[in-house]
């Protein structure tokens, strides 16, 4: 497909002139409308993509203050009839709404019609075993068709989704979907990635004993049977009849919880956020459609569209993935490792399904590119990329060297493929979190790139750097606040009484009326930021001690429940050095009892704890014996001061010895933060 003839966001922008009489000098300006005028750029959204609703919204907004803004009241949506809306049209153009694969290099697609009528068959099955709207429908899935088609399911008859991809081991999932208390699983007998069969049965065995609430299980199963399941995915998706083929998913209240997602902070259990329908709906619309410029399939300007972004389904990722449906965009999604084999990797696995589906967008975590780029890999290899006119990459900072290496590399392969694209191909890299299921930061078809860069502040996002004093500035690295509300912020924490878990995460560090003007709080986002003078933004990694593995955020409390299980292991501190232009670098020190040492031995049984009770994605890149844990007086651990010293700030900013329970243990980690800086500056 040749890139678009009109970009998605001057069709926007032309359209708020014809109806709207509004004309923009830049893009910044138009930015600064939309977060000036919420009700007006939110409604502009609602009718520039004809959203429906039986039933009128009094207002777009009720109160224009975080946590409490209710967005558009009175409006009915649901996703899956958005997702619908499309089948006709799409179908008729003889376009697919899903085209899957592998490691295996096998293609297979999923027609309107038949996406559909499984999620029909489906749905009408979980309401006659008893699921209602608000019951929760938990999945243990990988990233397959069958996935997609049950998520739809759910939704369509206000039931509330829960996923979690099937690397992540027992302790893990079940402290997620405990807390929902889900109705039904649904669950994989076996996943295969790497090159290998992973059996799941056991873990589908503990999570039924230990989810006592559910009271069905359908089974997604390779072999056509497994242990006792309530019932074969398989079998209810082959159904048909005329009550499938009448189905209409219901109409739900605006803000009628969607899903449920997790997103960990430094204690406790990962946090359940709940966002709704209509919200989701249209931040994707605005996202994916304006920002990524990404089109509807059976659209003339866009006509072929074919949009994927490689994820699992535990990364928020794959929730932006599905609602490419939503503007009747084919969806092609990989399910394996992007570099194959695990004892011979090759880092254009992911490229070739990409020219086999003919992708026209592909997006992925910075650290696939950045392992690509070190792989050296032939991109020409991969097969015709022809068709491909975009990348997208988020997760963690995707460094300047990386971002030029494909520039470079994908300039070369226009002159022989004639890609007008690909001769200055455009990157929508953008920064935004499982905790709002959008971005904050993105892309903008029509501005300047430069690598290591991202375009620019999001329209409705008003997002500043706040210094120490919690004032904006400008090309100064800050914290990334959001001072005004944004739809998909979540609803609410699942079991958070009067929100005060909710409240605690975002609005504690800016409270209410921060800066005298009668503002209301601004949503600290954890990341550190830097905001250029020409609109374009930075992101230098995570400013609190939330770890970031490849795009999975995990708290780091859920590593020491892991790591101090050990009867070794008496304490332990983990912290995760994402920063800009850097590999990703995660130490563990640990506290081991006398007579232990910290042999291979010791330090496998330690990846294994994590490994088994998490996933080998969070394991440590290396681990040290420490004598002590730094911990303030009131006995917290010193996670950030400890990432600050390591990431080359001055002691005397970083930490105060006189608030520290145990002070003298402080020398050995300047030595160790000396060292690393050292060995740091002579790597680069």
């Known amino acids: 497909m040749a890139a678009p003839y009109v970009p998605q966001l001057a069709m926007y922008r032309q359209w708020l002139g014809d109806t709207r009489g509004l004309v923009f000098s830049s893009y910044e300006e138009m930015r600064q409308w939309s977060v000036r005028d919420l009700d007006g750029f939110w409604r502009s959204v609602w009718d520039y993509y004809d959203l429906q609703s039986p039933t009128p919204f009094a207002a777009v907004i009720t109160e224009r203050k975080m946590p409490s803004a209710v967005w558009f009241p009175g409006a009915q949506v649901n996703y899956a009839r958005q997702v619908f809306r499309h089948v006709a049209a799409a179908d008729a153009a003889g376009l697919p709404a899903i085209v899957s694969g592998g490691e295996d290099g096998s293609l297979t697609e999923t027609s309107w019609p038949e996406l559909r009528r499984k999620a029909a068959a489906l749905a009408l099955d979980l309401k006659d075993k008893g699921v209602r709207p608000g019951d929760r429908v938990a999945a243990y899935l990988p990233n397959i068709p069958e996935t997609i088609v049950a998520f739809l399911a759910t939704a369509s008859i206000g039931a509330i989704w829960s996923v979690c991809a099937p690397d992540m081991a027992a302790p893990a999932v079940i402290d997620r979907f405990k807390q929902i208390e889900p109705k039904v699983l649904i669950a994989c007998d076996a996943v295969t990635y790497a090159g290998r069969r992973h059996d799941r049965r056991d873990v589908v065995g503990e999570l039924r004993r230990s989810l006592p609430t559910v009271e069905h299980v359908i089974l997604h ?337 859920e590593l020491y429940s892991a790591i101090e299980s050990l009867p070794e292991v008496l304490d332990s501190l983990v912290v995760d050095l994402e920063y800009l232009g850097r590999d990703s670098y995660m130490p563990l020190f640990v506290v081991l009892r006398d007579g232990i040492a910290l042999d291979a031995a010791m330090q496998a049984k330690i990846n294994k704890a994590i490994e088994s009770s998490l996933s080998r994605r969070f394991l440590p890149n290396e681990i040290f014996a420490v004598a002590e844990i730094p911990r303030t007086l009131s006995g917290k651990k010193q996670e950030l001061p400890i990432k600050k010293l390591l990431l080359g700030q001055s002691v005397e900013k970083v930490i105060n010895r006189e608030a520290m329970a145990n002070p003298g243990c402080l020398d050995w980690y300047l030595d160790f933060a000396a060292m690393h800086l050292k060995k740091v500056a002579g790597a680069a």
């Open 221 to 557: 199963s390779e072999a056509g049977a497994a242990a006792a399941p309530d019932a074969l995915l398989s079998d209810i998706l082959a159904r048909t009849g005329a009550a499938i083929d009448a189905f209409e998913p219901i109409w739900l209240p605006f803000d009628h919880p969607l899903w449920i997602v997790y997103s960990s902070g430094t204690t406790g259990l990962p946090k359940p956020i709940v966002h709704g329908h209509g919200a989701i709906v249209v931040v994707a619309l605005a996202l994916l459609g304006l920002h990524n410029d990404i089109g509807c399939s059976y659209h003339q300007n866009s006509f072929g569209e074919r949009y994927h972004w490689y994820s699992s389904t535990g990364w928020i990722m794959w929730n932006s993935q599905v609602g490419g449906l939503l503007s009747g965009t084919t969806c092609c999604i990989f399910d394996g490792s992007p570099a194959g084999a695990k004892d011979k990797p090759d880092w254009t696995t992911l490229w070739r399904f990409v020219a086999q589906s003919k992708s026209t967008f592909f997006g992925a975590g910075a650290a696939f590119f950045a392992n690509c780029a070190k792989a050296e890999i032939d991109l020409a290899a991969a097969g015709d990329l022809s068709q491909l006119r975009c990348l997208g990459s988020t997760g963690s900072p995707l460094s300047a060297d990386t971002q030029a290496w494909f520039n470079a590399r994908f300039a070369a392969l226009s002159k022989t493929n004639g890609s007008k694209a690909q001769a200055d191909i455009w990157w929508a890299n953008i920064s935004g979190g499982t905790d709002f299921a959008g971005a904050f930061i993105g892309g903008n078809r029509e501005l300047p790139q430069t690598p290591g860069a991202m375009q620019c502040r999001l329209l409705g996002a008003a997002v500043e750097a706040f210094n120490e004093q919690g004032q904006a500035v400008i090309d100064e690295v800050g914290e990334l606040v959001c001072t005004e509300p944004m739809p998909s912020m979540p609803l609410y924490f699942w079991n958070d009484e009067g929100g005060v878990r909710y409240r605690a995460s975002y609005f504690e560090i800016y409270p209410d009326d921060l800066d005298g003007s009668g503002r209301g709080p601004a949503w600290r986002h954890g990341d550190w930021l830097k905001v250029n003078p020409d609109g374009s933004c930075i992101i230098y990694g995570r400013s609190d001690a939330t770890i970031n593995r490849h795009g999975l955020r995990m708290g780091t409390s």
